[in-house]
Nanobody, 115 residues
Framework: QVQLVESGGGLVQPGGSLRLSCAAS????????MGWYRQAPGKQRELVAD???????NYADSVKGRFTISRDKAKNTVYLQMNSLKPEDTAVYYC?????????WGKGTLVTVSS
C-alpha cells in the first residue's frame, strides 16, 4: 500500500519561507517521479514543481526562482522549499507520486500566506 504524508504547512507572513516535506512509504520510492501540486479555494489543482526519477526538475512559472523541489533518497522524502512567499501562494499543497503509470496522492497540507 502506498502512503504519502505531507507536513510543514502553516501560517507565514508575505516574504517568509516554509519547507514542505512528503514522506513516502509502501511500494513507492523517492526516486519515483514525484511532484507538488496546490489547490487554492475556488480554483483547480495545479502543478507547482516536479522531479523525475533521474532528478530533473520542472517548475510552474509562478514559482520559478522562489521554490525548490528536492529529495532525500535515504529518507524516502521529497521536499519543497518555498521562499519569498506571496498571498497568492495560499493553498492546500499536495504531494503526488507516480508508479507504473498510476498516480498516488497525499492528503495535503495547508499553506496560508497572510499578514
Amino acid at each position: 500500500q502506498v502512503q504519502l504524508v505531507e507536513s510543514g504547512g502553516g501560517l507565514v507572513q508575505p516574504g517568509g519561507s516554509l519547507r514542505l516535506s512528503c514522506a513516502a512509504s509502501g511500494n513507492i520510492a523517492s526516486n519515483n517521479p514525484m511532484g507538488w501540486y496546490r489547490q487554492a479555494p475556488g480554483k483547480q489543482r495545479e502543478l507547482v514543481a516536479d522531479i523525475t526519477s533521474g532528478g530533473s526538475t520542472n517548475y510552474a512559472d509562478s514559482v520559478k526562482g522562489r521554490f525548490t523541489i528536492s529529495r532525500d533518497k535515504a529518507k524516502n522524502t521529497v521536499y519543497l522549499q518555498m521562499n519569498s512567499l506571496k498571498p497568492e501562494d495560499t493553498a492546500v499543497y499536495y504531494c503526488k507520486a507516480r508508479r507504473f503509470g498510476l498516480d498516488y496522492w497525499g492528503k495535503g497540507t495547508l499553506v496560508t500566506v497572510s499578514s
